[in-house]
């Protein structure tokens, strides 16, 4: 399927630490989206258009966020990450994906998982609507390498004021200790019970919906945890209680 292009322009940069930032683009003209679908992003080369999907970190409008990490070795986060304000950019007109909210079920609380970049759907959620209209309680867990691998602290810290008994922001740091977070896997912190004790909700098919994004293995792991727990993938057909965006 032949993609149509919106050029856009790089109107912000924000870097959060060495190869993980943030660029916002401006780029009028892409269509209608719901919070948590994805565009293409790239740039023309001489040879090809080189592209990647990149999870929307911001609700539609005429500016787009992107949240993205620099993939050591790879063809195309070297050049997004050299790119700076002012520099044209490429964004598809149309968003795909079906990692949204009108593809999870009801329940009293949500749980989205992420891990690194995988945090950017669940930006775009926090700032619209539906999520608050939806949910009683909504807990983000993220989950990284070290503390400077976290982004949106200062957002995510704004939503946890607003909302103080429906908002809780678990940071999850493997290779770290750091205060207020929990230290390890988020699989690790689920296994353990970490992460429900610090949040004082238990992940069940009774009370929760679970949106899970980033690395493959978070992902598998987790889903087994799920089903351990009779908790099964939501589809349109066999209703669940999980949804999950791999990123590769
Ligand atoms: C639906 C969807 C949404 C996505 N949203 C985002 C997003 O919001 N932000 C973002 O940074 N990326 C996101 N990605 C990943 C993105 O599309 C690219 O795969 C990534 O940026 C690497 O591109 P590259 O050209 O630099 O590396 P490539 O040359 O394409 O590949 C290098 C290899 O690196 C691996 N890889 C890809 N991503 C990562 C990663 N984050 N960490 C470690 N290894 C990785 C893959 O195995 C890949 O084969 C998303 C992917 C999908 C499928």
Known sequence: MSLHWISGTIVKKHVWSDGLFTISVQCPGVLPFEPGQFLQVGVPLREKHLHRPYSVASPHGDLLEFFIVRVE????????????????????????????LSHVP???????????????????????????????????????RYATDLGYQEELAQFANQYPDRFQFVPVVSRQSVEGSISGRITTAIESGALESKVGIAIQATNSAVMMCGNPQMLDDVEHQLHSRGMTKHKPKTPGNYVVERYW
Do not use: Q
């Not at 304000?85 to 079906?98: L, N, Q, Y």
């Not at 891990?115 to 209209?133: E, F, K, Q, S």
């Open 106 to 144: 009801d329940a009293d609380c949500i749980w989205l998982l992420a891990t690194g970049t995988g945090l950017a759907p669940y930006i775009a959620m926090l700032r619209d609507a539906v999520i608050w209209n939806r949910f009683s309680k909504i807990v983000l867990a993220h989950g990284v």
């Open 73 to 100: 070795g790879g063809e195309l986060t070297p050049r997004l990450w050299g790119m700076e304000i002012g520099d044209a950019i490429d964004v598809s007109e149309k968003a795909t994906g079906g990692f949204t």
